[in-house]
């Protein structure tokens, strides 16, 4: 179902290498957010717009793809991605996180650990991780150069000093190999751990904001904390009610309007794989 | 028992679906054609290729179409559609000066060589609603117009109101350059940026975020004492080097709507006083465009010019040059309807831990 009214992954060779020497020397000078000529592309900014064309500055005929959307391969915007890859490359796609090249995600990382030569794209809205307490790029450019990071700092003590502990629950972020402070987007601290010595790739793309920061493989990315105030992750205090999974990041589902609801897997292909090993929530039917 | 929510592919088809159902509206009303928009709706196409960036009446009818009207959404399947454009070639510049004008008008002289043309404007209608224009069938041809046709034709050259103030030295002047400007639609922004870039980015700026910015320097954020020295609708020939030929061929034409400010200036640390210029290009006839463009660029010269930055919005080249484009802010602004949960589940979790923890305290107090 290939349209072959389109170049090979929809960019022209021009744009791809464009986009490629940005990832490359994103890769080159981990954390740092390289400026890229960000294309228009046929869904709108804000859909994923910076990781649909790393994706496909990336992508080789050979790849077999996974895209997900709060963790799960069915979200709406997910199987649209999915298929506009589908229509405009014709490469294989997969559900299985162990089975992918490249995944592309938007707000997770996927729970199977994953491996050398695999390729996660992360879509992300503002790469600036200091974008809320400085408004101006002219600005966060200069203090990211200076390695002025105290502002973030402070604003961490703050939380501390009024919450009782740092009040960030997603976006949460990152410093790399002791030099740029990184936004990882907004994925749940739960999955902050993963981003550090990850064996795979981890390409972050920002469209709109015209950026592109990477994580090369087994690359240390650190949560920022203090020693009396570690870095700690969260989910909801449950297990997976159809797999049982007592680690995996959880969904909230309102199941009745008299309070009822369960907790699932965000991760669809990871809860899926459990049950079809036999495992069983409190909800769950053995398969 | 909760069934985990598969079937997005074929929700995604039927909203598809439904959407050009909606588009076509009521079939026993004849469709629409795109010569009838490009004709009919020719401000609303002049809008959509000046925000689209790419100068198409045929194809902007066509994106008006498809986009029911969302003028927003039809700029955007335009600029999708020239992102995947080849680059030919690079014209040279326009001249203005050599414009075939349908339209030109001063407000700083009564009289001035070349003349007033109001043009095909609605300036002096009175804006009552013509129930005639509802009765079907009675379409009626305009009435002729009387007198001379258009006092300007077989003009080759309408002088711009600048030069004759140029020529006592009262006004500032551009120098001539032939740097080649950025173009944003190739390279990432970059601030600060020259005048060149800042003008780019605002002739594909949203008319409405350009006009509010304008709007609020006359009302004092940035004040600017704008007159218009000039403001010029017409065509001009767009002219293409051939390297093979070693000469430039006119590859066509182009509307486009020209206004130069004449600011009152009294003089800075670094500037003389000495009337100032602001200046708007906007493609089709966009004369609100064009007029708010060029209050906004002069707004944006402060620095230059050697004055102070009061905290005006429309001084502010970052604000105003990061937020001008409709087409990211709309993608943004709606990108939040997209699911969030995982995030949400984060917050969830934090609240509910600062509400235990709090009441913890509480209790422990009482």
Redesign the interface.
């Known amino acids: 179902m290939t349209d072959q009214a389109?170049n090979f992954a929809y960019l022209?060779e021009q744009t791809k290498r464009m986009i490629r020497r940005a990832i490359l020397k994103a890769i080159a000078v981990p954390g740092y957010q390289v400026?890229?000529?960000?294309?228009?592309?046929?869904m709108?900014?804000?859909?994923g717009?910076g990781g649909v064309q790393v994706t496909a500055a990336c992508l080789v005929p050979e790849d077999r793809l996974k895209v997900i959307?709060?963790?799960?391969d069915?979200?709406?915007?997910?199987?649209?991605i999915r298929?506009f890859f589908q229509r405009t490359a014709g490469v294989a796609v997969t559900e299985v996180t162990a089975e992918a090249t490249v995944i592309q995600t938007?707000?997770?990382i996927p729970e199977t650990p994953l491996t050398e030569g695999q390729i996660l794209v992360y879509q992300v809205?503002i790469p600036e991780p200091l974008r809320f307490l400085e408004p101006?790029?002219?600005e966060t450019r200069k203090m990211h150069a200076l390695e002025e990071y105290g502002l973030m700092h402070v604003k961490l003590y703050e939380d501390i000093a009024r919450?009782?502990?740092i009040?960030t629950?997603?976006?949460y972020p990152v410093k790399v190999e002791g030099r740029y402070v990184m936004d990882p987007s907004?994925?749940?601290?739960?999955d902050n751990p993963k981003l550090s010595g990850n064996p795979a790739i981890q390409l972050f793309g920002a469209g709109?904001e015209?950026?592109i920061h990477a994580l090369p493989p087994w690359t240390k990315a650190v949560s920022l904390d203090f020693d009396d105030h570690p870095f700690q992750t969260?989910?909801?205090p449950h297990d997976c009610?159809?797999c049982g999974a007592r680690d995996s990041?959880?969904?909230?589902?309102i199941?009745d309007d008299a309070g009822g609801r369960?907790f699932?897997c965000?991760d669809?292909d990871f809860c899926a794989g459990r049950r079809a090993k036999g495992h069983v929530g409190r909800?769950g039917?053995a398969t | 028992?909760?069934v985990?929510?598969?079937?997005?592919?074929r929700?995604?088809d039927n909203a598809h679906q439904w959407l050009a159902e909606e588009r076509r509206g009521d079939p026993a009303v004849p469709e629409l054609t795109i010569p009838q928009i490009r004709e009919q709706m020719r401000l609303a196409v002049n809008r959509v290729m000046a925000e689209g960036s790419l100068y198409d009446p045929d194809l902007a009818a066509l994106a008006i179409k498809q986009a029911r009207g969302d003028l927003i959404e039809a700029v955007?399947l335009i600029?999708?559609y020239?992102?995947?454009l080849?680059r030919l070639a690079g014209s040279l510049p326009v001249d203005t000066g050599a414009m075939a004008v349908d339209r030109r008008i001063s407000a700083t002289f009564k009289d001035l060589p070349g003349g007033q043309v109001l043009g095909p404007t609605f300036d002096y209608t009175h804006r009552l609603l013509d129930f005639a224009l509802m009765a079907e069938g009675a379409t009626q041809d305009a009435p002729p117009r009387v007198g001379e046709a258009n006092p300007m034709e077989g003009e080759t050259r309408v002088p711009h109101v600048a030069s004759f103030l140029n020529r006592d030295g009262l006004i500032e002047t551009a120098d001539a350059s032939d740097t080649p400007p950025p173009d944003l639609?190739?390279?990432?922004?970059?601030?600060?940026a020259d005048r060149a870039l800042r003008l780019q980015a605002l002739t594909r700026g949203d008319e409405g975020f350009v006009l509010s910015m304008a709007y609020s320097t006359q009302r004092g954020y940035g004040r600017t004492h704008a007159f218009v020295g000039e403001l010029r609708i017409g065509t001009v020939a767009v002219e293409v080097d051939i390297p093979e030929l070693g000469f430039a061929v006119e590859i066509g034409e182009i509307e486009l709507t020209e206004c130069e400010t004449v600011n009152q200036f009294k003089g800075s640390k670094t500037e003389p006083p000495q009337f100032t210029r602001g200046y708007g290009l906007v493609m089709g006839q966009s004369e609100r465009k064009a007029i708010a463009m060029s209050l906004v660029d002069r707004a944006l010269r402060w620095q230059e010019l050697g004055e102070d930055f009061t905290g005006a919005p429309a001084q502010d080249e970052?604000f105003v040059l990061?937020h001008c484009d409709n087409?990211?802010a709309?993608?943004?602004?709606?990108?939040?309807k997209?699911?969030?949960?995982?995030?949400f589940?984060?917050?969830?979790?934090?609240v509910r831990?600062?509400r235990s923890?709090a009441q913890a305290m509480q209790e422990a107090a009482e």
Request: hydrophobic letters at 30%; zero cysteines.
């Open positions: 389109y022209d400026p890229f000529a960000s294309r228009e592309m046929p709108p900014y804000g859909w717009t959307d709060q963790g799960a069915d979200t709406t915007n997910a199987v649209s298929r938007r707000h997770r809205p101006r790029e002219t919450h009782g502990q009040a629950s997603y976006a907004p994925i749940p601290k739960f709109r015209q950026r969260s989910k909801a009610d159809l990041y959880l969904d909230e589902v199941t369960m699932v965000s669809t909800l039917e | 028992m909760y985990a929510v598969k079937g997005g592919e929700a995604i955007f600029r999708a020239r992102t995947t080849p639609t190739r390279e990432p922004m970059e601030l600060p970052e990061m087409i990211q709309t993608g943004f602004l709606e990108h939040i997209l699911p969030h949960y995982v995030d589940q984060a917050e969830l979790e934090l831990k600062l923890e």
